[in-house]
Every structure is written in C-alpha cells, then in structure tokens.
C-alpha cells in the first residue's frame, strides 16, 4: 500500500528553520501533486503548499509566503519543505498529502514546536 512518512520537524526558537522530508514508495509520485498541510490544537488543517508533480509551479498560504519553499526530488520520491524565519503561530502537525484527480493519499504527520 502506498506510504507517506514525513520527517524532519522538532522543537526550534522562534526566527529558526526547520526542513520537513516526505519520502512516498508504492506510489508514481512523479504524476502526483504534492502537498504540505498543518494542524494547530482546536484547528482545522489547513494548506501551507502545493507543488504540481513536475516541480514546474507551487503556490503557498498567504501566512507562509516569503518564509517556506517547497520542492521535490522525484528521482528520490521525496517532497520537502524548507521552513524559515518560523514563528510560534507555525506550530502545529505537518502533513504531506498526494493528489492525483480524486486520489488522495496522506502522510501520518510530524510535529512542529516553535517556542523560546
């Protein structure tokens, strides 16, 4: 069965950076859009960052713009997600999420704390 396994996140001071990995296998990640997500406590998940499954165009949340980048690497299955200058209001669960017409697949998610 398809798989998505993030990794990367951790606690981090404000104005620090993190980079989340998403590594896909039994997937053709490279036909899929790739997707970043987060969930703060008593949130509802909400979209960070799009990537289309060539790399050719992302797009971000107005909250993130300037401050995150996504990329990937489809030789490496791998989606990532350069996250700087973070702010408090950035923690929360990161997802990544796979996307072909109405296939959808997600990750298990990893934490991201950002605090003094």
């Known amino acids: 069965q398809v798989q998505l396994v993030e990794s990367g996140g951790g606690l981090v001071q404000p104005g620090g950076s993190l980079r989340l990995s998403c590594a896909a296998s039994r997937l053709a990640f490279s036909v899929y859009a790739m997707s970043w997500y987060r969930q703060a406590p008593g949130k509802e998940r909400e979209l960070v960052a799009t990537i289309t499954s060539t790399g050719g165009s992302t797009n971000y949340a107005d909250p993130v713009k300037g401050r995150f980048t996504i990329s990937r690497d489809n030789a490496k299955n791998t989606v990532y997600l350069q996250m700087n200058s973070l702010k408090s209001e950035d923690t929360a669960v990161y997802y990544c999420?796979?996307?072909?017409?109405?296939?959808?697949?997600w990750g298990q998610g990893t934490q991201v704390t950002v605090s003094s």
């Open positions: 999420k796979a996307s072909l017409g109405v296939k959808a697949f």
